[in-house]
């Protein structure tokens, strides 16, 4: 498929929901940026760009991985220049995504739409943990859903900044009732422009600090995204 002529003004919308392994997620995000968008400019798919002499790719990824966190289901959207059909548009992107990337889906979306970012407002995860009982964890996450205030800090250019993880935590839960081990967790952390964005690492610190889930000795093994949950969609 030979690339079409590069307009300004978009005739589709594509929603591409795809796979992000551990080592793609462990690649520089910049660096992995650059390599979507130097992939979209191979794959011949008429992909609006910047207004920038550079024309490079326009993509808005819904919302960015934690460095070191795989996902199972994640979100992008690209606009087209002109409107093609589904296969056509998925053979091209199956082989312009980087490295451990891997298509799953891909949906035509209603140009109009509200631009994805501004739609997500949670995300769940699976962490996978040890150093401690079942029992133990499953009281220290009762203890993180019961409290009023999780106090948290998070380095920044700036230095140390205080906040309140409570707000940003929606659900903690074990993923399972069995005997399995390493124990599974499912947290569901919420994404939003006012109060900021729960991060999966601070929810599991403060589930092993004294004083707020207290569970002595928990390791973290493994955080996988699930997937991100959108306006239209429940947190449960």
């Known amino acids: 498929m030979s690339a079409l002529p590069a307009t300004f003004e978009p005739r589709q919308r594509w929603r ?21 968008e130097s992939g979209l ?11 920038s002499e550079a024309r490079r790719p326009r993509i808005a990824h819904a919302a960015p991985l934690p460095t070191g966190v795989a996902g199972e289901r994640e979100l ?15 053979a091209a992107l199956a082989r312009a995504l980087p490295p451990g990337d891997t298509l799953l889906d891909l949906h035509d979306v209603w140009l109009g739409a509200p631009p994805l970012p501004g739609r997500i407002r949670a995300a769940r995860y699976r962490a996978t943990v040890g150093g401690a009982s079942r029992d133990e964890i499953a009281a220290g996450l009762a203890r993180l859903l019961g409290a009023t205030s999780l106090p948290r800090t998070r380095q920044r250019g700036s230095g140390p900044v205080r ?11 074990l993923a399972d009732a069995g005997p399995a081990t390493p124990i599974a967790l499912e947290l569901v952390l919420r ?23 207290g569970v002595e000795g928990l390791a973290v093994e493994s955080i996988v995204r699930l997937g991100l949950i959108l306006e239209d969609e429940p947190l449960d």
């Open 163 to 173: 906040y309140d993880l409570r707000p940003l935590l929606v659900d903690a839960r």
């Open 41 to 51: 400019a191979r794959s011949g798919l008429p992909v609006l760009g910047t207004e």
């Open 191 to 213: 994404i939003d422009p006012a109060i900021g964005t729960g991060r999966p690492a601070d929810a599991l610190a403060a589930l092993a600090e004294p004083g707020l889930g």
């Open 16 to 36: 591409i929901a795809y796979r992000r392994d551990e080592a793609s997620s462990r690649v520089p995000q910049r660096d992995w940026l650059a390599s979507w």
């Open 76 to 90: 992008a959207d690209i606009l087209l220049t002109a409107r093609l059909p589904v296969a056509d548009v998925r």
